[in-house]
C-alpha cells in the first residue's frame, strides 16, 4: 500500500487479499499475521527509515490515546521504548526531542523503583541523546541534571564505575549551582 493508495478502501482491500492468501487472520474488527515468522519476514523487508517511521508513529499515537496518568503509568514504556527506537528516523522536531528526554527520565525513575538498572540506565542514555548540544546552558538545565542524576545513580547501582564517573564529571563540570554538585 502505497502513500497514495492510502484510502480505506484501499487498506481494506489490501487486508483481504492477504488474509485470503492466508496471511493475515480477521477477528472482531482485527487484523494480525497469521504467524509471527510471516510478521518477522515483512518487518525484515522493510528499510531502517520505514521501521523508525512505523516505530514513531506507533508510539505518537499510543501516547496522544493515553488519557489518565494512571494509563500513561502502564503504557509510557511501550511509548519510549517504541520513539527510542525510532530516535534516528522520526524525532527531529526540537520540542519533541525534549518531550522524549522528559518521558525517558520518567521511564528511568519508574524503572529504577521497581528495582531494574539496568533499563534505567538505557532509559537516562537515551533521554540525553534526546538532548541539544547546549544542553548545560539553556532553559533544560533541571532536565539535564535530572537525567545526569538519575545515570549516576543507576550506574553507581550497577556497579558501572566508568559511566558513574562520566556522569559524575558532567555534573560537576556543567552544575551552575554548588547544591547541584553535591
Avoid at 1 to 25: M, V
Avoid at 99 to 109: D, I, P, V, Y
Avoid at 132 to 147: G, H, N, R, V
Wanted: glycine residues 4%.
Amino acid at each position: 500500500c502505497t502513500p497514495s493508495e492510502n484510502s480505506d478502501d484501499a487498506i481494506t482491500a489490501f487486508l483481504e487479499q492477504a488474509r485470503e492468501e492466508h496471511i493475515l487472520d480477521h477477528n472482531d474488527q482485527m487484523y494480525k499475521f497469521a504467524h509471527d515468522i510471516l510478521q518477522q519476514s515483512a518487518y525484515d523487508l522493510m528499510s531502517p527509515d520505514e521501521k523508525g517511521a512505523y516505530h514513531f508513529n506507533i508510539g505518537l499515537r499510543l501516547m496522544s490515546s493515553i488519557s489518565t496518568e494512571a494509563s500513561f503509568d502502564a503504557l509510557i514504556f511501550t511509548v519510549i521504548d517504541q520513539i527510542n527506537n525510532a530516535k534516528r528516523y522520526g524525532v527531529t522536531d526540537a520540542s519533541m526531542n525534549i518531550s522524549c528526554a522528559k518521558l525517558n527520565l520518567q521511564a528511568g525513575k519508574r524503572s529504577m523503583e521497581v528495582s531494574d538498572f539496568v533499563s534505567a540506565w538505557q532509559y537516562v542514555v537515551y533521554g540525553i541523546s534526546f538532548l541539544p548540544e547546549a544542553k548545560w546552558e539553556s532553559s533544560i538545565y533541571e532536565l539535564t541534571l535530572s537525567l545526569h542524576e538519575a545515570g549516576a545513580l543507576a550506574c553507581f547501582v550497577n556497579v558501572d564505575s566508568t559511566n558513574l564517573q562520566i556522569n559524575l564529571g558532567e555534573i560537576f563540570e556543567n552544575a551552575v549551582r554548588f547544591e547541584d554538585k553535591i
